[in-house]
């Protein structure tokens, strides 16, 4: 299994709900990363998971909270969110953070976002 | 700060011919180049890496070319195919136990048959 799985692929929320995101891998990898692409803009890194520890917040706001209950698992929690939150939000699994080689992180579909 | 940048939003190329697509940095501490190809409602898939060690990496029709004194990489695409028009990233890994991946802006190719 080489796949990153997301869900749910499209998501409509208002700015009072609570929802969240998830990622699922089977690749053995031990590093997940939670990522954001806004409209003809490069994907933006928002958390690195290393070994189900946070490793990386790139000052993201609290309203975004990231959970890795396992390994192979990585759920982002939505909650009173902005309409300039609306994104793509991918996830990613590489081997580690501090892998030889490029450590190639292998990208999900991606969950599309739109916040009302 | 954009420190990694693809100057060309797009690209139009005819079927069987080359396509170059560039990229520049700016940090020196970069030590892994990666392209990405993105199609529509679907993930970036790695495409090819060069380490910065390195000048050139080949794998079949897709080639890298590393020019560190300019701070410079392209991808090569021989020949062209059709199946091959998608937004192409070009990323830098920062140097050390992050693997933080910073993306450059992205290349809209389109291969016409």
């Known amino acids: 299994d080489t796949e990153v799985t997301q869900t749910p692929k499209h998501l409509v929320m208002g700015m009072t709900n609570k929802k969240s995101l998830k990622c699922e891998q089977h690749?053995?990898?031990?590093?997940m990363y939670w990522y954001k692409q806004k409209a003809k803009k490069p994907p933006e890194l928002m958390f690195v998971?290393?070994?189900?520890?946070?490793?990386i917040n790139e000052s993201v706001p609290s309203r975004f909270s990231p959970e890795c209950p396992n390994s192979s698992l990585l759920n982002l929690h939505l909650h009173a969110l902005q309409p300039e939150d609306s994104a793509l939000y991918l996830c990613?699994?590489?081997?580690?953070?501090?892998?030889?080689?490029?450590?190639?992180?292998?990208f999900g579909a991606g969950s599309r976002l739109t916040v009302l | 700060d954009q420190q990694v940048k693809q100057n060309s939003p797009s690209l139009s190329v005819q079927e069987g011919r080359i396509s170059i697509l560039n990229c520049d940095y700016t940090?020196?501490?970069?030590?892994?180049f990666l392209w990405y190809k993105k199609y529509p409602a679907e993930g970036p898939t790695f495409l090819i890496s060069?380490?910065?060690?390195?000048d050139k990496n080949e794998d079949g029709r897709f080639t890298v070319f590393l020019n560190k004194s300019a701070k410079h990489l392209s991808l090569h695409i021989v020949p062209s195919q059709p199946g091959d028009s998608a937004v192409y990233f070009c990323?830098?890994?920062?140097?050390?136990?992050?693997?933080?991946?910073?993306f450059g802006t992205g290349t809209l190719l389109a291969v016409q048959p």
């Open positions: 690749m053995g990898h031990r590093a």
């Open positions: 990613a699994s590489s081997q580690a953070t501090a892998a030889s080689g490029a450590n190639v992180l292998t």
């Open positions: 990323a830098a890994r920062d140097g050390g136990a992050t693997n933080k991946l910073i």
């Open positions: 998971y290393s070994y189900e520890k946070l490793s």
């Open positions: 940090n020196s501490m970069f030590d892994y």
């Open positions: 060069i380490s910065s060690i390195k």
